[in-house]
């Protein structure tokens, strides 16, 4: 479904700034495979996401997915596949258009667009189904603008807006990270409903240890620009945050930077 | 008098055409574009040449449009493959359009005061089957004097604006129209729904230019003559009727924006010509104009909102008072 093969990405090459933000990394995720990422501040995660996204090219290595190579491909053609939510509620949505035309926009995405009108009364009735789903009462503002919305409704719209064409891939980068707790909480379980539904091989990336050991089948840990740990099934069942931890120092034999911040 | 503004809502008209492209870039696709003030005479240079040399005024003009769409579609390539700054982009194509415009009227001036034009046969039958008459009768039952020559023009005008209007309209909310539309809201966003977002300014620009080109055109046959400098100044009469247009009749829709900056552009037109009626000022002092009105157009409506607010709080600092004092 979705292969990293060797990928390498150096920012500012031969500068003071040099920044090896991945180091020979691979991976190879399953269909239907829920992968959570966690890992320090600057360790590489949202890099990750972007080589995947298209959003910034690997110095070596290749992406594959449902095997085609996907490595050349610049990322509006490789978000055919790929379905994203920004960290940032307001990033993933069109704030001066309204919700329908957002649902439009997002119902293209694996489509080639034309010059027939966005909305429609077939399409109109679909993206009502879908946001009842929500819970959110959006389907009675289909006219709004989502500039209204507050971040929470935002993110949740986002959310649906990624995945309701059943993307192949779907990146989620801290999500729920700019919501409160519980706005984030909500946003949780949509997203695990929304996998579950659609079956959808997701990458999320969170601080949130909890969540990174509650949601998926699988979970990696990055730092320095490497997956330093790698845990499935069953044994990933019965991760704890301690022994998360414990299993970091272990690998890195120093103690991790403020464990607080990152239990947060 | 009435003739005066009748010219001015005339011409207005055929400039609202320009408006909407510059409402197509500055709003829409949020891409300051520049480039208006050469493509508007590329369009009325192409139109009167090839009248002067004696093709058709439909073909003339339809030429005139497909000149500025290209010419907006450099701009916008200067933009995304150049990785030029939008500003930069559009002064670079102006300029360039300038020589380019020379080069395609040979001379500076091309006068098409005995060449017929894409409104000679419009007027020809209107005339024949004399429907400016009740407009006549209309404007003498009034008490005005002086009539207008002809209602042709206005109305053949009208019904093209009106035509590119509802064309702006309709193509906004189609599905490349909303991506287009995104491109200048949240462009991570709409790339992130694979959309080519390159494509989509280069054509959004182009589209804008081939309105302006358009307008210019048209306004070369209604004057009578292409001259190179005729697009000076003529980003700030588009962007002065977007302003005003907005700020008089609203935004709440695309058809009511669009309506907006046609309106807009037609009341630009009215306050020029009554200034130019003011006895001390003169043709030259337009520019002068313009720039006041587009200023106040913009400072205006914060200061009204200022003086807005201000009230609102002061009567609310009362409320609290007299409640204290019971
Ligand atoms: N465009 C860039 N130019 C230069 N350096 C960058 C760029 N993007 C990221 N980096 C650096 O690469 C490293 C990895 O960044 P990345 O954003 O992937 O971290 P992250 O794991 O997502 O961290 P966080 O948890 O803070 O989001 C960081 O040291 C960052 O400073
Ligand atoms: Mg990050």
């Known amino acids: 479904m979705l292969e990293l093969n060797h990928i390498s990405l150096t920012f500012n090459e031969g500068t003071m700034d040099e920044k090896k933000a991945l180091q020979h990394v691979d991976l190879q995720l399953g269909h239907g495979d829920f992968l959570t990422v966690i890992g320090s501040n600057g360790a590489g995660k949202s890099t990750l996401m972007n080589v995947i996204s298209g959003s910034l090219l690997p110095d070596t290595g290749d992406v594959v997915i449902d095997d085609k190579q996907v490595t050349h491909l610049q990322e509006y053609q490789r978000s055919q596949l790929i379905g994203r939510v920004f960290q940032d509620p307001m990033a993933g949505t069109a704030p001066s258009m309204t919700i329908e035309e957002n649902l439009a926009m997002a119902f293209a995405r694996n489509k080639k667009r034309g010059l027939k009108p966005g909305v429609n009364k077939k399409r109109k009735t679909l993206f009502k189904e879908h946001l009842e789903t929500l819970n959110l009462g959006l389907e009675d503002r289909l006219t709004a603008k989502v500039g209204l919305l507050s971040g929470g409704e935002r993110q949740a719209l986002s959310l649906l807006m990624a995945t309701f064409t059943e993307p192949n891939i779907l990146l989620l980068d801290e999500h729920t990270a700019a919501l409160d707790p519980s706005r984030a909480e909500l946003i949780t379980d949509i997203t695990a409903d929304i996998v579950d539904k659609f079956q959808l091989t997701t990458l999320m990336v969170t601080h949130n240890m909890q969540q990174a050991l509650d949601l998926g089948n699988r979970l990696i840990m990055m730092d320095k620009g490497q997956i330093i740990l790698d845990v499935e099934g069953q044994e990933k069942e019965a991760l704890t945050i301690e022994k998360l931890l414990d299993e970091f120092q272990h690998i890195r034999g120093e103690k991790m930077a403020n464990d607080k911040a990152v239990l947060g | ?326």
């Not at chain 2, 990785?83 to 002064?91: D, E, H, T």
């Not at chain 2, 380019?100 to 006068?111: E, V």
């Not at chain 2, 207008?148 to 206005?154: K, S």
């Not at chain 2, 409506?301 to 609102?312: C, F, G, N, S, V």
Request: hydrophobic share 55%; net charge positive; glycine share 10%.
């Open chain 2, 1 to 326: 008098m009435f003739v005066s503004i009748f010219g001015a809502v005339e011409s207005g008209i055929i400039y609202a055409l320009m408006a909407l492209g510059v409402y197509i870039t500055f709003r829409v696709l949020d891409f300051p574009d520049l480039t208006v003030d050469g493509s508007f005479v590329t369009g009325a240079a192409v139109a009167a040449v090839m009248i002067v040399n004696g093709q058709s005024p439909l073909t003339a003009t339809i030429t005139a449009v497909a000149a500025g769409f290209i010419a907006g579609c450099v701009t916008g390539l200067l933009h995304t493959k150049g990785k030029i700054n939008p500003l930069l982009s559009g002064i670079l194509m102006m300029i360039a359009l300038y020589s380019i415009n020379l080069r395609i009227m040979g001379q500076s001036n091309i006068p098409l005061l005995n060449e017929s034009t894409v409104f000679t046969p419009v007027v020809s039958l209107w005339e024949s089957l004399n429907l400016s008459a009740p407009f006549h009768a209309i404007i003498a039952w009034l008490g005005i004097e002086s009539s207008p020559r002809t209602w042709a023009v206005i109305f053949f005008a009208l019904i093209i604006t009106l035509i590119i209007k509802f064309v702006t309209d309709y193509f906004l909310k189609t599905e490349v129209g909303l991506a287009l539309r995104a491109t200048g809201d949240n462009k991570k966003m709409i790339r992130s729904f694979s959309a080519n977002t390159d494509i989509l300014i280069i054509v959004g620009v182009g589209i804008s230019n081939a309105f302006v080109a358009l307008s210019g055109a048209l306004i070369a046959q209604h004057g009578g003559f292409a001259d190179a400098g005729m697009g000076i100044g003529m980003i700030i009469i588009g962007l002065a009727s977007v302003i005003i247009g907005e700020a008089l009749f609203g935004t709440k829709s695309i058809a009511r924006t669009t309506l907006a900056v046609i309106g807009g552009a037609i009341i630009y037109r009215i306050v020029v010509s009554m200034a130019l009626r003011v006895d001390f000022l003169e043709t030259g002092d337009m520019k002068l104009i313009t720039a006041i009105i587009v200023v106040a157009a913009l400072v205006t409506p914060k200061l009204l909102d200022a003086q807005r607010e201000k009230r609102r709080r002061l009567r609310k600092r009362k409320e609290i008072a007299t409640m204290a004092g019971k």
